[in-house]
Antibody, heavy 120, light 115 residues
Framework: QVQLVESGGGVVQPGRSLRLSCAAS????????MHWVRQAPGKGLEWVAI????????YYADSVKGRFTISRDNSKNTLYLQMNSLRAEDTAIYYC?????????????WGQGTLVTVSS | QPVLTQPPSSSASPGESARLTCTLP?????????IYWYQKKPGSPPRYLLY?????????GSGVPSRFSGSKDASANTGILFISGLQSEDEADYYC?????????FGGGTKLTVL
């Protein structure tokens, strides 16, 4: 069965960096687009970034563009989110999600999420 | 402010129906977009429910009951999630989403209370 397990969350000071990982199993990772979606405490869902199945295309929400980088290692079945210049408003549960296709359809499977807290 | 407008809350009794709306801004024609719907319960990841483009182009998520269906109201530039035969486990937050210029855009979500 499809499994997505996020890791790397924690407490970090404003301006610092953090890298999230998402270990995938139960499917051919290299065939699917992958996403990061977040939910701040008491707020709604916010799409963060997408990477196509082969890493050829990456797109970001305006709120993270220039600060966050999505990447993947298909040999390790792992998705990453490098988060730099973190702000308090980046505090959220970060979910990785598998696309239905190579990229840009819908989020078919989700991980349980990892909490990132940006605070001094 | 989210681009897609959803009422913050809605309520209905068990067995009744709920109609949740997702209104697009006037410069984005609902007829040109797939409207995706997700369900979110506290402590759980979101769950994909369905998408609706037209009556002939739509899709249901795996294991999602047929009680959940989508539609559009072109005159109101709105996507609609309809839930019939409400059950207590349908109490959740519901989010609509579209792809806009290669970016995913969620609505602010509607908290559905099943009284």
């Amino acid at each position: 069965q499809v499994q997505l397990v996020e890791s790397g969350g924690g407490v970090v000071q404003p301006g610092r960096s953090l890298r999230l990982s998402c270990a995938a199993s139960g499917f051919t990772f290299s065939s699917y687009g992958m996403h990061w979606v977040r939910q701040a405490p008491g707020k709604g869902l916010e799409w963060v970034a997408i990477i196509w199945y082969d890493g050829s295309n990456k797109y970001y929400a305006d709120s993270v563009k220039g600060r966050f980088t999505i990447s993947r290692d298909n040999s390790k079945n792992t998705l990453y989110l490098q988060m730099n210049s973190l702000r308090a408003e980046d505090t959220a549960i970060y979910y990785c999600a598998r696309d239905k296709d190579y990229g840009g359809t819908y989020f078919e499977y989700w991980g349980q999420g990892t909490l990132v807290t940006v605070s001094s | 402010q989210p681009v897609l407008t959803q009422p913050p809350s809605s309520s209905a009794s068990p067995g009744e129906s709920a109609r949740l709306t997702c209104t697009l801004p006037s410069d984005i024609n609902v007829g040109h977009y797939n409207i995706y719907w997700y369900q979110k319960k506290p402590g759980s990841p979101p769950r994909y429910l369905l998408y609706h483009y037209s009556d002939s182009e739509k899709g249901q998520g795996s294991g999602v009951p047929s009680r959940f269906s989508g539609s559009k109201d072109a005159s109101a530039n709105t996507g609609i999630l309809f839930i019939s035969g409400l059950q207590s486990e349908d109490e959740a937050d519901y989010y609509c989403m579209i792809w806009l210029r290669k970016a995913g855009v969620f609505g602010g979500g509607t908290k559905l209370t099943v009284l």
